[in-house]
């Protein structure tokens, strides 16, 4: 029979730290084949290209980064564009600044995906909305999936509980919420990752009085699938 402390593990699991010999520190969080990390670049620090079989996902939370994919060098700012490194293509980073730099990497493979990405692997926003009354969301997509920042409102501010078919992950990079998996409740602070399998019932609430912030990733896209199907489109054309 499955403890408190079990149950919680599966949806919000115990964050492992990785310390690497140039400074970076990542806490690393895993469901099934998926792994987010949360890194943290030191000052004038190179992280060396590398590749792996996993596709990799990425976003700068706070400071900016030279972000290198393949041949393609861009600089990234906070929550302003997120980059593909699909499998076994060299991807590598540099912090020339002298602040600290905070990232968000998602690592995953499933042999059934197909892991697609811009030509020059580093997406723009695709659009901000409302997706509730006050709770502004802002997408990035590409065809197999769908990054959406959230920001929810503080006094009450929530996403009603709700399950869908498609896979979600969570993090939060400001301030706090309530955040419910499955029956399974936990305070959301800066870092802390959630992971929803398809049909697990999910739902927020920000009962503080400051405005949080969260990043949600979904495979498939669930929001912007019209945009999904206009990119198969161009590419068959």
Partial sequence: MKTEQDVKEIYFPTPKLIEWENG??????VRGDTEVLMSYVPPHTNVEPHQHKEVQIGMVV???LSMTVGDVTKKMTALESAYIAPPH?????RNETDQEVIAIDIKRYKADETYTSPEDYFLNIFKTRDLLPGM????FVEDWIEIMLAKIPGNGGEMPFHKHRNEQIGI?????????????TVDMTFGTAYFCEPREDHGAINRSEKESQSINIFFPPRYNRAKTKKIKADESS
């Fill in 24 to 29: 970076v520190r990542q806490y690393s969080t």
């Fill in 62 to 64: 706070s400071g900016e």
């Fill in 89 to 93: 293509v060299p991807h590598g980073a």
């Fill in 136 to 139: 502004e969301v802002t997408f």
């Fill in 172 to 184: 939060c990079i400001g301030g706090g919420y309530d955040m419910t998996v499955e029956g399974c």
